[in-house]
């Protein structure tokens, strides 16, 4: 109870404090000062940027590029061309960190510009009698509002030898391109990063529980995202849970694992990297008991869709929230946010509805709003109309090497509203963000038919599809 009786002299007070500098709380805390004039500071204890910019999307994009131009440069043969190269890992985690470290200085000198006060180090709240209290490395704070973006951290599990394993975050901080390589788990971190190391040259294993990836998906998506994995060489063993790792004597390390209801035990061995990849958990241990506010089942922060917490004027977005683990999604909620709390809107927030999403997998993935499945249980088969093509880019005509390209409109009787959109293929993450706007208007299949095509491109099928295509319900 030491803080309750400090000096109200020593205690910093805002009108805004954010605790946790990653996208969500940055765009929020910035929007509050630059925009409404608040009295702002933001908390944080690593780089600045959080997750996304420091071991996630940012880095992540630059390999899968990187990734890229290897497949390219085995595809040259065929457009004619001959090519002789090499790859060094080295040069481009030069090139990648330096990039990297250059965003952060954007992002502290952004703050600067729009006022915004960065206190660093380790942020808690602490007994008080007096309102929420914030203890940072021995020092007090407290603000009028305070919103908790701490963000997350990937899981390890408890089984023998999980510590010779790295992490999503680890994965940034390889020297060179390992040899062999196991990716354990099923999300949308697990099938990227898999697809990037096998692209660039490792001999991949993806471990995932069940029969396929990404389920949460809809299932043309993750079904041949599985397909298209497979015919890239990389060896998916499925229905399988690791029971330990284990470095043998020539330092390689061998994942243990126990497949299907009998338990049969199975090796994946000769590993110079096994890398988890089974989910992240919320930044929570910041003494939200002193504060009142509540988890969830799951360890994520209870917070509506204003993002409002159990307890008045503190907030939570982001990752630690538990909704959309995506970092548009927290940038626009946090931006919402300030302009709820600070700009006079009451009915300011971020609507829930049709976000898109991609997933930088070899192929990528682009979806938006219901899946099949979810649409059929939410309006049942004879309320939908549902276009399917399976087709291939024209990349490949001329190569060897194939790729299919998979797309999905779900359209909602009477009027054939779409409410689901889904792709797969090259070039399927850039395509996605247009069709995005146009599901989040509402548009209709007759929207989608009175387009004009561009021709040739793989993005024209979406607006040339017909009946011939409709899925079959039964």
Not at 316 to 323: C, E, P, Q, R, T
Not at 361 to 376: D, N, R
Request: proline share 4%; aromatic share 6%; charged share 25%.
């Amino acid at each position: 109870m030491k803080y309750i009786h400090r000096m109200a002299a020593a205690i910093q007070s805002f009108d805004y404090l954010v605790l946790g500098g990653g996208s969500g709380g940055l765009a929020s805390a910035r929007r509050a000062s630059s925009r409404f004039g608040a009295k702002t500071a933001v908390i944080e204890h690593g780089r600045i940027g959080g997750t996304c910019v420091n071991v996630g999307c940012v880095p992540k994009k630059v390999m899968f590029y990187t990734a890229s131009q290897a497949e390219a440069l085995h595809d040259m043969k065929g457009y004619g061309f001959t090519v002789s190269h090499s790859f060094s890992w080295p040069v481009i985690k030069k090139a990648r960190d330096d990039y990297i470290k250059r965003l952060n200085g954007i992002y502290d000198r952004n703050l600067e510009k729009d006022k915004v006060t960065k206190i660093e180090g380790h942020a808690k709240f602490v007994p008080s009698d007096k309102g929420p209290l914030v203890d940072v490395d021995g020092k007090l704070y407290t603000a009028k509002h305070i919103t908790i973006a701490t963000g997350g951290r990937p899981i390890v599990p408890t089984v023998p030898g999980a510590e010779l394993g790295i992490t999503s975050d680890g994965f940034f901080d390889l020297e060179d391109l390992p040899k062999k390589t196991t990716v354990i788990g099923a999300g949308y971190i697990a099938v990227e990063l898999a697809g990037i190391l096998n692209a660039l040259g490792s001999d991949v294993s993806l471990v995932i529980r069940r029969d396929k990836a990404i389920r949460s998906f809809d299932s043309m998506l993750s079904t041949n995202l599985m397909e298209e994995m497979e015919a890239a060489k990389i060896n998916i063993v499925r229905h399988s849970q690791v029971e330990k790792l284990t470095e043998e004597g020539d330092g390689t390390i061998t994942v243990h694992t126990v497949t299907g209801e009998g338990k049969k035990q199975g090796t994946v061995p000769g590993n110079n990297v096994v890398l988890w990849a089974i989910g992240r958990a919320p930044n929570t241990d910041i003494g939200l008991k002193h504060v009142g506010v509540q988890l969830d089942a799951k360890g994520n922060i209870k917070a509506d869709d204003f993002q409002n917490t159990t307890t008045s004027n503190i907030y939570a977005l982001g990752d630690v929230a538990g909704k959309y683990l995506l970092t548009p999604v927290a940038v626009a909620a946090g931006r919402q946010l300030a302009i709820r709390v600070f700009g006079g809107n009451p009915t300011a927030r971020l609507e829930y509805e049709n976000i898109p999403t991609v997933v930088f997998s070899h192929p990528p993935i682009g979806t938006v709003g219901l899946t099949q499945e979810e649409a059929i249980e939410k309006y049942g088969k004879d309320k939908l109309k549902i276009y399917y093509d399976r087709g291939q880019s024209m990349y490949f005509a001329v190569i060897e090497r194939k790729e299919r390209t998979m797309m999905k409109l779900i359209c909602l009787l009477p009027d054939e509203k779409v409410i689901g959109l889904h792709l797969l293929g090259k070039g399927c993450d850039e395509m996605l963000q247009g069709f995005a706007v146009a599901v989040r208007m509402g548009a209709t299949k007759k929207d989608f038919d009175r387009t004009v095509a561009i021709h040739p491109t793989t993005g024209e099928e979406l607006v040339t599809m017909s009946d011939s295509q409709l899925l079959k319900l039964y």
